[in-house]
């Protein structure tokens, strides 16, 4: 009987530990670390400073946290990276800004874009998008969204130019008020499928298209074809590039981006494409982030690959550099290593980089063993570091302080 009690007071005790010690989101998975930063109301205006804006699901400290009604945070908080006084700090912006991001969205964490030039962050949230200066002060901007019943929260990959007269968005949704037949589309009775790139004046709000999607569907219901993401405005908006992945059967896919020219009227003109040349046979690939380089000469973007290899999978997630040609085409390695770049930016001067990485960073992991005989490995999060390098990825430096437990869109910013 004894033996019995003895047993059953330590189950309890490893439940009620589990419970404790295990996040809000997934038991499973160990608590992110405290990382409890100063506050600042108004950015540095000398120096040298990164932001890092983050907004992802699971993102950990400092993330504003706010939950949704399914328990998940949605928040948005932003970083500051002063590399001259080796400090990091939230920047605390006045309360009338919402932080909150669109619960239903398909990319959380491409919801912010630099201006350079104004000097200005553009920030989408679930009440709309604003222009925040380095004090604080801020204003909406009025966008327009194309059909007749798509919304702004249908809109994500938000890209401003640097003097902020222009704004490029994805649109992803179906136009309920539109239902006209179409016979390559068999969902058409539940509206017109958008799933393309537009761009529109700030002052003038009018949506022009600057690529479509090419989507095809399986019997099942599964698309494939060409679809397009992530606008990126050249430094003096004359040009625009954009990311591409295609799918085809299998749910095979590869990536690249294409680089586009913006006529007198308007209209956007592919002058170059460019193929990301798979280093193993991926099962998928993809551009998941692309920016220009301050001069307008390069391009920068993160492709994603997953692949396996008898039997176990493994990804890499590579920063490639081109020039604004599309040609030189390059992958950048650090201390002669391919180690994963998860987001990265050009300094102002166009001679630096500063990136995510998990190199050089731990896991945080629970011993489950029926977690480990399901599936092979533990449920660890991936911490990552900050780090700074010259574009050809020779003086990489590392920044941070402590390694964090998530990343998001970084700007360097002066």
């Known amino acids: 009987m004894k033996t019995l009690m003895l047993i059953i007071a330590l189950t309890l005790g490893l439940i009620i530990w589990i419970a404790g010690t295990h996040s809000y989101a997934d038991s499973l998975y160990p608590d992110i670390p405290k990382n409890n930063l100063p506050k600042i109301r108004t950015l540095p205006k000398q120096g040298q400073v990164i932001l890092d804006v983050r907004s992802t699901v699971l993102s950990g400290d400092p993330i504003s946290q706010i939950r949704d009604s399914n328990g998940i945070y949605n928040g948005i908080k932003i970083g500051v990276f002063d590399l001259l006084n080796h400090s990091e700090s939230i920047w605390d912006l006045p309360s009338e800004i919402s932080l909150r991001a669109p619960i239903l969205c398909n990319s959380c964490t491409m919801r912010a874009s630099w201006a350079a030039t104004t000097r200005q962050l553009l920030l989408a949230t679930n009440k709309g998008a604003v222009l925040i200066d380095g004090a604080g002060h801020y204003k909406k901007l009025r966008l327009r969204m194309p059909g007749i019943s798509i919304r702004y929260r249908d809109a994500d990959e938000f890209a401003i130019s640097n003097d902020g007269r222009f704004l490029a968005f994805k649109v992803d949704a179906r136009d309920r008020e539109d239902k006209a037949l179409d016979p390559n589309?068999?969902?058409?009775?539940?509206?017109?499928?958008?799933?393309?790139?537009?761009?529109?004046?700030?002052?003038?709000?009018?949506?022009?298209?600057?690529?479509?999607?090419?989507?095809?569907?399986?019997?099942n219901g599964q698309p494939y074809g060409k679809f397009v993401s992530l606008p990126a405005w050249s430094p003096n908006s004359k040009r625009i590039a954009y990311a591409y992945q295609k799918r085809g059967s299998g749910f095979l896919a590869s990536a690249g981006i294409v680089i586009a020219n913006i006529s007198k009227q308007g209209v956007v003109v592919s002058s170059g494409t460019v193929a990301i040349p798979p280093v193993h046979q991926p099962d998928d690939a993809s551009v998941d982030e692309l920016r220009w380089s301050p001069d307008g000469t390069q391009l920068g973007f993160v492709v994603f690959e997953y692949w396996y290899e008898h039997s176990d999978q493994y990804s890499r997630y590579t920063l490639y550099t081109v020039n604004a040609h599309g040609r030189g085409l390059k992958a950048v390695r650090f201390r002669n290593k391919n180690i994963n770049v998860n987001a990265f930016a050009w300094s102002p001067s166009g001679q630096q980089l500063a990136l995510r990485s998990d190199y050089q960073a731990k896991k945080l992991c629970n011993s489950n063993a029926m977690f480990y005989f399901d599936t092979g490995n533990e449920p660890c999060r991936m911490s990552e570091n900050l780090f700074t390098s010259n574009v050809d990825g020779s003086g990489l430096k590392r920044i941070s302080k402590k390694p964090d437990f998530r990343h998001g869109q970084l700007f360097w910013i002066q």
């Open 185 to 219: 589309d068999p969902y058409a009775k539940f509206g017109k499928l958008y799933d393309e790139l537009i761009y529109e004046h700030t002052r003038d709000p009018k949506p022009i298209t600057i690529a479509k999607s090419a989507i095809h569907f399986y019997g």
